[in-house]
């Protein structure tokens, strides 16, 4: 058993990526270390809620939630969409970044997005869980 914990506390702060994996969809970002506060990724410069232990330079990940993303006219990046899946009351949408890193995004249903089509991709993670590159532990 990896993590024993209440299925909120699974979610939102899994012990690794395999318990983050399991527990619900997820993507990962790559970015380097600035400092303590901040790492740069594709969408630019993040400041991190809690100071990270690790050295400037150091390679992380973040995990990115679908519900993180909001898709759109414009973003701050320009994604295409690869895929799509219709749940209800919203859409699942995988979404290739500039770099070929590709992200899940659910968006409300209304919002009708063709496969191939251009779309804004925003970051919305206002408590980024971050990840070692090498052992899949969580750091923040």
Not at 89 to 97: G, I
Not at 117 to 132: E, I, M, R, S, Y
């Amino acid at each position: 058993m990896l993590q024993w914990d209440e299925p909120y506390s699974l979610y939102h702060g899994p012990a690794n990526r395999l318990v983050a994996d399991f527990i619900g969809k997820a993507a990962y970002l790559s970015g380097m270390v600035v400092d303590s506060r901040h790492r740069d990724t594709v969408f630019g410069r993040i400041r991190l809620p809690l100071p990270l232990a690790a050295e400037s330079g150091h390679w992380l990940q973040m995990m990115i939630r679908p519900h993180e993303l909001t898709l759109g006219e414009k973003g701050q990046l320009t994604g295409r969409v690869l895929s799509r899946w219709f749940r209800d009351t919203d859409t699942l949408y995988l979404v290739e970044l500039p770099t070929s890193e590709e992200l899940l995004a659910s968006a409300p249903s209304s919002l009708h997005l063709e496969e191939g089509q251009q779309v804004g991709v925003t970051l919305n993670a206002t408590h980024p869980l971050l990840f070692d590159t090498q052992s899949a532990r969580r750091l923040t």
